[in-house]
């Protein structure tokens, strides 16, 4: 029951959410610039590309060791000369940086960047299926503050655990596990349809404390079974860590509060009687 996908919620809310819509849509125009976007999985089809791949993730993605000691690495990946190939290993060339790099604006770039197609349709569809009800309850611009908040918790949070580490961190989903962590602490019944893939993704209509306390349970035990919660290129970690920041910083804005943001006023064509 673990590993469960969610694809919708029966959860209606009073106002369209045009921040988590503007999310996704900016999510998946950067991608689009990206390196990787030629290719679905994201591994690239020759040593040139890959260098190519890397020297971009290098300036702009998060770096640990950056983010904790506040300063650009002295070195990074160059690809403006050809890579060196030994067998199945690719050497790429090492310079100065022609460019200055802000560590802590790279946390925001990196929450806009993913690492291939099914990187981030797996993260927006997450964010669509739950963000438009946490936009709903706390408003726009609390919503879009809170979104980078965890975005940043994440990020910062797996930093401290290695702060050594020189391991590129792109994607949204550190910001999106804050998602998930509000969702589950205002609505907890709420029904969820989610495919059971060990059941041949037979689809089952299950309460929200168990997509999303099974998903948190998950992301726990693979940081656990890592020295850092890094698996497979997932920083399982950052999961965690915005996972329950979304949780803290949406019970201290009030989430556990029952009453819902008052609708829209009426609008005069609302107030006519159809039977005028």
Known sequence: MLNLI???DENPTLRRAWVTLTLILVN?????????????????????DACHQEAFFRRYAAIPRELTTNRQLPLTIKDNRPPRVEGNQV??????????????LSVLYAMFLHGSWLHLLGNMLFLWVFGNNVEDRLGRVRYLLFYLVCG??????????????????VGASGAIAGVLGAYLILFP???????????????????????????????????????VGTGAGVAYLAHV????????????????????????????????????
């Open 6 to 8: 969610p694809i919708h």
């Open 28 to 48: 998946l125009v950067v991608f689009l610039l990206e390196p990787v976007a030629m290719s679905f999985s994201g591994n690239p089809t020759t040593a040139a």
């Open 91 to 104: 050497a790429c060339p090492v310079g100065r940086p022609n460019f200055d790099k802000l560590p802590a």
């Open 152 to 169: 940043y918790a994440a990020t910062y949070g797996f930093a401290l655990a290695d702060p050594n580490s020189v391991t590129t961190l």
């Open 189 to 227: 019944r709420a029904r969820v349809t989610s495919l059971v893939p060990f059941l041949l993704f037979f689809p089952a209509r299950l309460p929200a404390w168990i997509v999303l306390g099974s998903w948190f349970v998950l992301q726990w035990f693979y940081a656990q079974g890592a020295s």
């Open 241 to 276: 860590v915005g996972f329950i920041a979304g949780m803290v910083l949406i019970i201290l804005l009030g989430g556990l509060m029952r009453n819902r943001r008052p609708p829209p006023p009426p609008t005069w064509q609302q107030w006519q009687s159809p039977y005028r």
